[in-house]
């Protein structure tokens, strides 16, 4: 499991745009976005602007791909040279294989604020998938798959505060939700108009081809 030390909030800053990597602070006047715009450290506010070169451009968006997702380095080669692997748009197929993490998936269920929640969840064993307990968060979810959350853990505060927090909210397509029984089912593939990021991913392809 990949954990991220040090305040995340940095993280958005320097990528200049909301990762969403602390659930509900970001979409209140708390978050760092709001109230800190520009980039962090000293010369952050008052950096002279310079002209971006194609290598930095390819940096920056794999960076943040990267960090939203919480997976390390050696891990996104992995991903990046499996959507190599596959038939289609790699940089399509990348953004499927980051979305069908266990993780991911009770999080865009909104059973967890964010993937770091989600993931330490899944870490502590508060879900089954197929009636099995699965305590990976890089697990990769097939189509027809169920997730559950383990019956003692269906109403624990996490789970609770992240329904509240989402009430009324549309799930992603390709997940059928029953935020009542804290069931998920696959049913099918994420199709890349599904996955709403701000992200080139073709960039990102381009950076692990040079």
């Given at each position: 499991?990949?954990?991220?030390?040090?305040?995340?909030?940095?993280?958005?800053?320097?990528?200049?745009?909301k990762l969403f990597l602390k659930g509900q602070r970001c979409y209140s006047p708390k978050c760092a976005m709001e109230r800190k715009s520009y980039p962090p450290g000293y010369r952050g506010r008052g950096s002279r602007r310079y002209r971006v070169s194609d290598y930095s451009k390819q940096l920056r968006e794999k960076q943040k791909l990267r960090r939203i997702y919480g997976v390390?380095?050696?891990q996104f080669r992995r991903y990046v040279r499996?959507?190599?692997?596959m038939s289609g748009i790699s940089g399509d197929n990348l953004l499927q294989l980051l979305e069908r993490r266990l993780?991911?998936?009770?999080?865009r269920a909104g059973l967890a604020n964010s993937r770091a929640q989600a993931r330490q969840m899944v870490s502590h064993r508060h879900f089954v998938v197929d009636a099995q307990v699965v305590n990976i968060p890089s697990y990769l979810v097939r189509v027809g798959q169920r997730?559950?959350?383990?019956?003692?853990?269906?109403?624990?505060?996490p789970i609770e505060?992240?329904?509240?927090?989402?009430?009324g909210a549309e799930s992603s397509g390709w997940l059928q939700v029953n935020?009542?029984?804290?069931?998920?089912?696959?049913v099918s593939l994420p199709e890349p108009e599904e996955i709403h990021l701000d992200?080139?991913?073709?960039?990102?392809?381009e950076f692990y081809s040079r």
């Amino acid at each position: 499991m990949s954990q991220q030390r040090g305040p995340v909030c940095r993280l958005c800053r320097r990528a200049g745009q909301k990762l969403f990597l602390k659930g509900q602070r970001c979409y209140s006047p708390k978050c760092a976005m709001e109230r800190k715009s520009y980039p962090p450290g000293y010369r952050g506010r008052g950096s002279r602007r310079y002209r971006v070169s194609d290598y930095s451009k390819q940096l920056r968006e794999k960076q943040k791909l990267r960090r939203i997702y919480g997976v390390s380095e050696e891990q996104f080669r992995r991903y990046v040279r499996e959507a190599e692997r596959m038939s289609g748009i790699s940089g399509d197929n990348l953004l499927q294989l980051l979305e069908r993490r266990l993780d991911n998936v009770i999080y865009r269920a909104g059973l967890a604020n964010s993937r770091a929640q989600a993931r330490q969840m899944v870490s502590h064993r508060h879900f089954v998938v197929d009636a099995q307990v699965v305590n990976i968060p890089s697990y990769l979810v097939r189509v027809g798959q169920r997730i559950e959350a383990r019956d003692g853990s269906k109403d624990i505060q996490p789970i609770e505060e992240a329904l509240a927090a989402t009430a009324g909210a549309e799930s992603s397509g390709w997940l059928q939700v029953n935020q009542k029984d804290r069931v998920v089912e696959v049913v099918s593939l994420p199709e890349p108009e599904e996955i709403h990021l701000d992200v080139d991913e073709q960039l990102v392809m381009e950076f692990y081809s040079r």
